[in-house]
């Protein structure tokens, strides 16, 4: 069967963010599977608003999946299993950071951010992807720069984008189709294998507080569920690690 992710590539110099840009060609009938790619963006989007900055020599891409808005969160996590097997790949033996962070020693190097939108009476996941493989760890702001890494800082490596892209794309085949045939469990164990979060201390900080506790798991949801100092099972559908 041939791949639905990446049959059709677009790529552009520079945009604002990736994930608008496929927002807009969903509006102009953009297909499942097709992949957006820009050189850098000018207004680069994390989670919660903040920003991604974006200078060349990163890959920044996004991908047009159909879904539903329980997957969509399923999803948002299972993003980041492809990255890190990229970064593995070449070397770098990056864990992920509930939910979406890809880390390397405590620094970021990749981050993942999944937006659901309904256009022409479907849902469809917009799965944006920000990795430094790259990126001159200079040309970011110095509160940046504090806690965030690159590939070719941690290896001296200069990988090509493309290269990075099409592995990224071949192991985010199998998660993807994972996710619509309902493996769902299968997925989620596979995300903990590469989460740190799991069996850590945690304060999680959420729109109704912070969590603190130990991190068990997570559910097939995507939801982490910690063990506060009561013993008691708290599920974070959304949040930030505050410390561990
Ligand atoms: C995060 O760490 O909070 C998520 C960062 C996600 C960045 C990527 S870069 C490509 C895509 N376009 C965006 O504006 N954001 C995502």
């Known amino acids: 069967m041939e791949p639905i992710l990446g049959r059709r590539i677009l790529r552009f110099d520079a945009v604002e963010s990736t994930n608008d840009t496929a927002k807009e060609l969903l509006g102009e009938g953009a297909e499942e599977g097709t992949v957006i790619v820009a050189e850098r963006q000018v207004a680069g989007r994390g ?23 329980t997957s969509a969160r399923l999803l948002t996590l299972a993003t980041g299993i492809p990255v890190v097997k990229a970064l593995r790949h070449w070397s ?13 020693r405590d620094r970021k190097i990749g981050g993942v951010l999944c937006e659901g939108v309904y256009r022409h009476d479907t849902y ?6 920000g990795v430094n493989t790259n990126v001159p760890l200079d040309r970011l702001p110095e509160e940046v720069r504090r806690t965030a890494t690159s ?5 001296g490596i200069e990988v090509s984008n493309d290269e990075f892209l099409a592995y990224v794309l ?19 164990r596979e995300y903990m ?22 991190a068990v798991e997570v559910t097939p949801q995507g939801a982490l569920v910690v063990v506060d100092e009561a013993g008691k099972r708290v599920e974070v559908a959304d949040g930030s690690i505050e410390a561990s």
């Open 47 to 69: 989670r919660h608003g903040r920003a991604w900055f974006s200078p060349p020599g990163g890959l920044y891409c996004s991908i047009v999946l159909k879904g539903d808005e």
């Open 92 to 104: 770098v033996l990056a864990t992920l950071k509930w939910p979406n962070d890809v880390v390397f």
């Open 124 to 129: 469809w996941v917009v799965a944006g992807i």
């Open 151 to 155: 590939l070719k800082a941690e290896t």
């Open 170 to 188: 071949r192991e985010y085949e199998k998660v993807y189709l994972a996710s619509r045939s309902g493996s769902r469990n299968s997925l989620t």
């Open 193 to 214: 294998a590469l989460c740190t979060t799991i069996r850590q201390k945690v304060a999680v900080s959420t729109a109704n507080g912070t969590v603190r506790g130990t």
